[in-house]
Each structure stands twice: as C-alpha cells, then as structure tokens.
C-alpha cells in the first residue's frame, strides 16, 4: 500500500544563499535499514553535503544521518558516502555540466516520496562576495516593504 503525498525530512538553506540555482534533479537514493529509521526521526542535516560523479555514478558526500538509537550492533556509519539513483541519460548530461562549465551539485531537499526517501539534486553555480551582499539587500528591502505595508503607512 503507497503512501501519498511529501513529508520534508530536510533542507539546505544555506546553499539558497551561497550558490544560483541552474537546475533541479530529483533522485532516489540507497540507503539502509536504520537509515531510513533515522531520517523518519528527523535525525539528519544537508548543511556540508555536496555530490559528485564517480565512474558513472552519483554519490552524495557529507551528509549526516544520525546513528538510530534502537539498533545495537549492525548501526550505519553517519557521515558514509551515499548513492543517489538518477537515469543514465541525467548523468551524463550532469557529468558534461560539471566538468565543462565548473558547476557544483548540491543536495536541496531532503523527502518521503510515496513511501521513498528523495533527493532535490540541483545544478549551482558558486556566488561571489558582492552577489551576496546584493541578496542580503534584496531581502532587507523586501522585509523593509512588508513591514511598512503590515503597519499601513
């Protein structure tokens, strides 16, 4: 029996502020037993994590999932290399993009898909000091609008 809809487990805020989104991939991922056991506790973060392709093959780096508390001897190592599971066609156009143009792939959101675990897998491009300092602007203007439209002035 499915399970329907999208339950969040994670996302990675920082990488909004830090890199221009090109664009997004939706990818499976192999996990084990008391992974999964974990990520339906919360028990994860995308803060440092980022992927690459080894051998024709997606792999995500440095995310955490949390030990699960229940499982005595067969626990998981919490920051191992992860395989996400994308169609060949999408890593190869990926593989082209990233070694080419210098783009990075960084993991986006992390969810409960019909009973899956799913990753957002977008294509970015780093920001540089100043294109940050625009962003922080942007917002500080845009909370600026919102709070004097909020008083009614």
């Given at each position: 029996m499915k399970?329907?809809?999208r339950k969040l487990i994670a996302n990675n805020k920082k990488a909004r502020f830090n890199y221009f989104i090109i664009d997004k991939f939706e990818a499976g991922m192999v996990?084990?037993?008391t992974e999964v056991k974990s990520l339906r506790m919360g028990k994860t973060h995308l803060?440092?994590?980022?992927?690459?392709i080894v051998n024709g093959e997606v792999f995500v780096y440095q995310m955490h999932i949390g030990p699960y508390p229940f499982a005595y001897?067969?626990?998981?190592?919490p920051l191992r290399p992860r395989k996400l599971l994308l169609h060949n066609y999408e890593i190869k156009r990926l593989y082209g993009k990233v070694n080419e143009q210098g783009l990075s792939l960084i993991p986006m959101d992390l969810?409960?898909?019909?009973?899956k675990?799913?990753?957002t897998l977008a294509l970015c491009k780093g920001k540089r000091l100043h294109d940050k300092r625009d962003a922080i602007r942007e917002r500080d203007t845009r909370r600026d609008m919102d709070r004097s439209r909020k008083d009614g002035y």
């Open positions: 399970k329907e809809g996990l084990l037993g803060k440092d994590a980022y992927a690459k001897y067969d626990n998981h190592d969810y409960f898909k019909d009973g675990v799913k990753m």
